[in-house]
């Protein structure tokens, strides 16, 4: 990119020149070269013109200077270093925009926000009133608490079929032979506080046979206040069939509140309060309230009693199998007009039903006419697709915390720490997968938003603007987000440092560039058109110096080459090092890394990047040299003979990463003898058999497709057909169940990166290179050349092979799965994933990404 198409950014970002370390950029030596300047333009101060107060004063003075310079120069440079690394980006947020504020932002207030729980509610506000529902199991013969999502519950199925990512949700969860049917609604209505009100129902069902044993169940429904405040009781009134007001309070947002309970079945209540301010641990206070009072009185109930000034709240509700009941939290009591018994009434019973029956149409109806499915598949594939959009929308979580960026190696704090902490930040954001996975990844939200931004532009944005708002001055975003103590709870605590060093794929512009085409094409209402130019207005700082971090910062050695940065030179235990900010974790780059090496997944993100940057300066008429310098390095990147010249290989037929590399590595078991043990133990270690030279890597896989996804080759070019013929052939990555990541061909094919490492990119089929590809095939069928018709055959066959096997596994399994076997295509991995797995939907309704701008191509 041209120099003068990069000064805007670092205008903003930088006011100094940076020449400090690789791991933090700093601003001292600028500092101390200002100094040196200012003082060489002085004359000496001759001694004889100074009276003896004014030369003590003076000498005093410098006394003073030369302590404060001697006591800066031994502090650590990383002690500067390290605040600019957690400074925010110095420009207005993108949500503080009007159109987020108001009816918008109240319109969101409440919402199934708790994705990490099997069923949670709470307010996008930091200190929210939080509710949830845990219930009973039995595994190996004991008891169990459900609660928080986990693999080792084993549950059959669990996770929405519908949701609208606003006011409605249902869900189905199955747990040896029960099954919970958990609906959600809000309203907001005459006299409702700040948010509205919102209501569960809740039916209890056996899944086995009427003629079973009655079984009895035992549910937990709880309401915490997260910022401490005591909640109140009536322990006189726990009588659901008058709808019982079970709890109640107030709240500085929306004022008094109420919580009712209401059934027609016969059921019992008992209830605990708990005074604490960690709500991670809900489920072993809840359990260890149990155990107690049945130690005690013998019953599996809990003990009616309560902590002083309780912030948790905790009613256990038991009934003979089946079931239903009713929970209404309204908002806005305490005032004449609050109609509190009024809007209970229409939150429950018959009322409640006739609503969610009403939403459920209404989802149903969207989920076709907005993904165009009408014909296009059979009512399996609905179904399915409408789990998966409805899991993906209802995983949707709000956050609120503090990341923790990793310091140098060599650096610690006093206090040990080897972190420093971001500032206090709020993130609303898709997840990839409940159980897994429940918080948000910067480049899994790219793939997110392709689904969620056809279906609610504005919840898009306002995810959009939200990561953005997480960049630092340098244009960097922490590519996972562990914030606060429910998310910190689900990660180990080696892996919650985030490193300002490594990037991650910028799949924001993928969506970014649907918006800008549709913005171009007039697909957008008048409305949708003038917020998303608001949108992209008050963005485009950010994504400025986003682009302009990954150009300074993940540049190679020549002109237009990117490597991922931040890959272990020192490891001697992976195979192949890995390269987790490309997202494609043990994917196989060059054996040996080094700053020769040429990745050309980066490469083809950077052109997606600069082009979605140029076609965006062109829609908001930005003058000078912003849209010029994208445009010219857009230009350069999608230059199909560089492209040849740097990643091709003739003889394979097939785009390769480079780099410093040789194909003779293994993992060979060594004896260690660890320090101060008289044992022999033994682990896998790395071995070099040759010395690796500069050269091409010849891995074909995901990688090889890059420019075939990106569309960068002509339609009319021969390599255009050997991309096919890689795509195609059963030797390398076609099955019948989607291309696998990696080629049968590799000698890394299904190989484990360490004794603890299983393949992971390595075979496996993943969904959405799958779409990226189907994307391209799609593309090159309809634009003129020899090879249209065998890219049409190749893109049908591939999209049957992907919906075949997603709609049998979910219905085989009950859930959509985070990749799939290359061999017989059963789900593999996290489960259930709704993250970018959901794009069947749109391989379902043939809905694909914009292609590059037509200038550059």
């Given at each position: 990119?041209?120099?003068?198409?990069?000064?805007?950014?670092?205008?903003?970002?930088?006011?100094?020149?940076?020449?400090?370390?690789?791991?933090?950029?700093?601003?001292?030596?600028?500092?101390?070269?200002?100094?040196?300047?200012?003082?060489?333009?002085?004359?000496?101060?001759?001694?004889?013109?100074?009276?003896?107060?004014?030369?003590?004063?003076?000498?005093?003075?410098?006394?003073?200077?030369?302590?404060?310079?001697?006591?800066?120069?031994?502090?650590?440079?990383?002690?500067?270093?390290?605040?600019?690394?957690?400074?925010?980006?110095?420009?207005?947020?993108?949500?503080?925009?009007?159109?987020?504020?108001?009816?918008?932002?109240?319109?969101?207030?409440?919402?199934?926000?708790?994705?990490?729980?099997?069923?949670?509610?709470?307010?996008?506000?930091?200190?929210?009133?939080?509710?949830?529902?845990?219930?009973?199991?039995?595994?190996?013969?004991?008891?169990?608490?459900?609660?928080?999502?986990?693999?080792?519950?084993?549950?059959?199925?669990?996770?929405?079929?519908?949701?609208?990512?606003?006011?409605?949700?249902?869900?189905?969860?199955?747990?040896?032979?029960?099954?919970?049917?958990?609906?959600?609604?809000?309203?907001?209505?005459?006299?409702?506080?700040?948010?509205?009100?919102?209501?569960?129902?809740?039916?209890?069902?056996?899944?086995?046979?009427?003629?079973?044993?009655?079984?009895?169940?035992?549910?937990?429904?709880?309401?915490?206040?997260?910022?401490?405040?005591?909640?109140?009781?009536?322990?006189?009134?726990?009588?659901?069939?008058?709808?019982?007001?079970?709890?109640?309070?107030?709240?500085?947002?929306?004022?008094?509140?109420?919580?009712?309970?209401?059934?027609?079945?016969?059921?019992?209540?008992?209830?605990?309060?708990?005074?604490?301010?960690?709500?991670?641990?809900?489920?072993?206070?809840?359990?260890?309230?149990?155990?107690?009072?049945?130690?005690?009185?013998?019953?599996?109930?809990?003990?009616?009693?309560?902590?002083?000034?309780?912030?948790?709240?905790?009613?256990?509700?038991?009934?003979?199998?089946?079931?239903?009941?009713?929970?209404?939290?309204?908002?806005?009591?305490?005032?004449?007009?609050?109609?509190?018994?009024?809007?209970?009434?229409?939150?429950?019973?018959?009322?409640?039903?006739?609503?969610?029956?009403?939403?459920?149409?209404?989802?149903?109806?969207?989920?076709?006419?907005?993904?165009?499915?009408?014909?296009?598949?059979?009512?399996?594939?609905?179904?399915?697709?409408?789990?998966?959009?409805?899991?993906?929308?209802?995983?949707?979580?709000?956050?609120?915390?503090?990341?923790?960026?990793?310091?140098?190696?060599?650096?610690?704090?006093?206090?040990?720490?080897?972190?420093?902490?971001?500032?206090?930040?709020?993130?609303?954001?898709?997840?990839?997968?409940?159980?897994?996975?429940?918080?948000?990844?910067?480049?899994?939200?790219?793939?997110?938003?392709?689904?969620?931004?056809?279906?609610?532009?504005?919840?898009?944005?306002?995810?959009?603007?939200?990561?953005?708002?997480?960049?630092?001055?340098?244009?960097?975003?922490?590519?996972?987000?562990?914030?606060?103590?429910?998310?910190?709870?689900?990660?180990?605590?080696?892996?919650?440092?985030?490193?300002p060093t490594n990037g991650n794929p910028p799949t924001l512009f993928l969506v970014l560039r649907d918006l800008v085409h549709g913005m171009i094409g007039n697909k957008f209402t008048t409305t949708e058109s003038n917020e998303i130019s608001s949108f992209l207005e008050r963005a485009f700082v950010r994504l400025e110096a986003w682009f302009q971090w990954f150009n300074a910062t993940q540049s190679g050695k020549d002109t237009s080459t990117f490597y991922w940065h931040g890959r272990d030179k020192q490891t001697t235990r992976e195979l192949n090092p890995k390269s987790l900010s490309s997202g494609l974790d043990d994917y196989p780059r060059a054996s040996h890394p080094s700053e020769d090496e040429r990745h050309l997944d980066l490469r083809c993100w950077m052109l997606l990047a600069a082009d979605c940057m140029s076609s965006m300066a062109e829609l908001l008429e930005k003058k000078n040299d912003f849209g010029k310098g994208y445009h010219t390095m857009a230009q350069r990147l999608s230059d199909f003979d560089i492209l040849n010249r740097m990643h091709f290989d003739d003889v394979y037929g097939a785009y390769f990463d480079f780099g410093n590399h040789t194909e003779k590595v293994r993992l060979s078991w060594q004896e260690t003898n660890p320090s101060g043990s008289s044992y022999a133990s033994r682990e896998l270690v790395r071995e070099v058999l040759e010395k690796p030279q500069l050269r091409l890597v010849p891995h074909i896989g995901y990688i090889s497709l890059f420019p075939f996804m990106m569309r960068i080759i002509p339609p009319e070019s021969w390599i255009l057909e050997k991309q096919l013929d890689?795509?195609?052939?059963?030797?390398?990555?076609?099955?019948?169940?989607?291309?696998?990541?990696?080629?049968?061909?590799?000698?890394?094919?299904?190989?484990?990166?360490?004794?603890?490492?299983?393949?992971?990119?390595?075979?496996?089929?993943?969904?959405?290179?799958?779409?990226?590809?189907?994307?391209?095939?799609?593309?090159?069928?309809?634009?003129?050349?020899?090879?249209?018709?065998?890219?049409?055959?190749?893109?049908?066959?591939?999209?049957?092979?992907?919906?075949?096997?997603?709609?049998?596994?979910?219905?085989?399994?009950?859930?959509?799965?985070?990749?799939?076997?290359?061999?017989?295509?059963?789900?593999?991995?996290?489960?259930?994933?709704?993250?970018?797995?959901?794009?069947?939907?749109?391989?379902?309704?043939?809905?694909?990404?914009?292609?590059?701008?037509?200038?550059?191509?």
């Amino acid at each position: 990119m041209t120099g003068s198409s990069r000064r805007p950014a670092r205008s903003r970002i930088k006011p100094t020149a940076n020449t400090g370390s690789d791991d933090y950029p700093s601003d001292r030596k600028s500092i101390q070269r200002s100094r040196n300047d200012r003082s060489r333009g002085h004359d000496a101060i001759r001694v004889m013109d100074v009276n003896p107060k004014t030369l003590l004063l003076f000498g005093s003075f410098a006394f003073l200077i030369v302590i404060s310079v001697i006591y800066y120069s031994m502090k650590p440079v990383e002690e500067v270093q390290k605040l600019r690394v957690i400074t925010p980006f110095p420009a207005p947020k993108v949500m503080d925009l009007p159109q987020f504020q108001g009816e918008h932002k109240e319109s969101l207030y409440w919402g199934t926000y708790r994705p990490h729980v099997y069923f949670g509610v709470r307010a996008r506000t930091p200190q929210s009133l939080i509710a949830g529902l845990m219930w009973i199991g039995v595994k190996d013969g004991s008891y169990v608490m459900r609660h928080v999502c986990q693999d080792s519950d084993e549950l059959s199925t669990y996770g929405w079929t519908h949701h609208n990512g606003r006011d409605y949700g249902h869900q189905v969860l199955v747990d040896q032979g029960m099954s919970l049917m958990t609906s959600f609604l809000k309203t907001k209505g005459s006299g409702s506080g700040y948010g509205g009100d919102w209501a569960v129902h809740i039916n209890v069902q056996n899944e086995k046979s009427q003629l079973e044993e009655e079984r009895t169940a035992h549910i937990f429904f709880y309401l915490a206040d997260e910022g401490g405040k005591a909640l109140s009781i009536d322990k006189e009134r726990l009588d659901i069939r008058d709808g019982s007001r079970l709890t109640f309070g107030s709240h500085e947002d929306f004022g008094g509140w109420e919580l009712h309970l209401v059934s027609a079945d016969n059921l019992e209540v008992h209830y605990s309060g708990f005074r604490t301010p960690h709500m991670h641990n809900l489920t072993e206070l809840v359990q260890g309230s149990l155990a107690d009072h049945a130690r005690r009185v013998h019953l599996l109930q809990l003990p009616d009693a309560s902590d002083v000034s309780p912030n948790i709240l905790v009613f256990q509700i038991s009934g003979k199998i089946p079931f239903q009941t009713d929970i209404a939290f309204v908002s806005g009591t305490g005032l004449e007009s609050s109609r509190v018994e009024e809007r209970v009434k229409s939150l429950t019973g018959s009322l409640l039903t006739s609503q969610l029956n009403e939403k459920q149409k209404e989802f149903e109806e969207k989920y076709r006419s907005c993904f165009n499915l009408t014909e296009k598949v059979d009512s399996e594939s609905m179904i399915v697709g409408m789990a998966a959009i409805g899991n993906l929308l209802g995983g949707i979580g709000y956050f609120y915390g503090q990341s923790k960026i990793a310091l140098p190696r060599d650096l610690s704090l006093n206090n040990g720490d080897n972190f420093v902490p971001y500032w206090p930040a709020e993130l609303y954001t898709a997840v990839p997968s409940r159980p897994f996975f429940p918080r948000g990844f910067l480049w899994d939200e790219g793939f997110h938003q392709l689904l969620i931004w056809r279906w609610d532009i504005r919840i898009c944005l306002d995810i959009i603007g939200h990561w953005l708002d997480l960049m630092n001055i340098d244009g960097w975003i922490p590519r996972e987000q562990i914030l606060g103590a429910e998310a910190l709870s689900k990660v180990p605590k080696e892996f919650v440092p985030q490193h300002p060093t490594n990037g991650n794929p910028p799949t924001l512009f993928l969506v970014l560039r649907d918006l800008v085409h549709g913005m171009i094409g007039n697909k957008f209402t008048t409305t949708e058109s003038n917020e998303i130019s608001s949108f992209l207005e008050r963005a485009f700082v950010r994504l400025e110096a986003w682009f302009q971090w990954f150009n300074a910062t993940q540049s190679g050695k020549d002109t237009s080459t990117f490597y991922w940065h931040g890959r272990d030179k020192q490891t001697t235990r992976e195979l192949n090092p890995k390269s987790l900010s490309s997202g494609l974790d043990d994917y196989p780059r060059a054996s040996h890394p080094s700053e020769d090496e040429r990745h050309l997944d980066l490469r083809c993100w950077m052109l997606l990047a600069a082009d979605c940057m140029s076609s965006m300066a062109e829609l908001l008429e930005k003058k000078n040299d912003f849209g010029k310098g994208y445009h010219t390095m857009a230009q350069r990147l999608s230059d199909f003979d560089i492209l040849n010249r740097m990643h091709f290989d003739d003889v394979y037929g097939a785009y390769f990463d480079f780099g410093n590399h040789t194909e003779k590595v293994r993992l060979s078991w060594q004896e260690t003898n660890p320090s101060g043990s008289s044992y022999a133990s033994r682990e896998l270690v790395r071995e070099v058999l040759e010395k690796p030279q500069l050269r091409l890597v010849p891995h074909i896989g995901y990688i090889s497709l890059f420019p075939f996804m990106m569309r960068i080759i002509p339609p009319e070019s021969w390599i255009l057909e050997k991309q096919l013929d890689l795509i195609s052939n059963r030797g390398t990555l076609w099955t019948d169940y989607g291309l696998r990541s990696l080629a049968k061909t590799s000698s890394l094919y299904m190989k484990r990166n360490t004794e603890h490492d299983p393949p992971y990119w390595r075979g496996p089929i993943w969904m959405n290179m799958n779409y990226m590809i189907l994307s391209a095939l799609h593309h090159y069928s309809s634009e003129d050349g020899p090879y249209r018709a065998r890219a049409r055959t190749v893109y049908k066959e591939l999209r049957e092979n992907l919906i075949r096997n997603v709609v049998k596994n979910y219905f085989q399994t009950g859930f959509l799965w985070e990749q799939y076997d290359q061999k017989k295509g059963k789900g593999k991995g996290a489960h259930p994933f709704t993250g970018w797995t959901s794009l069947i939907v749109l391989v379902m309704g043939e809905s694909f990404c914009e292609d590059l701008s037509h200038s550059i191509r």
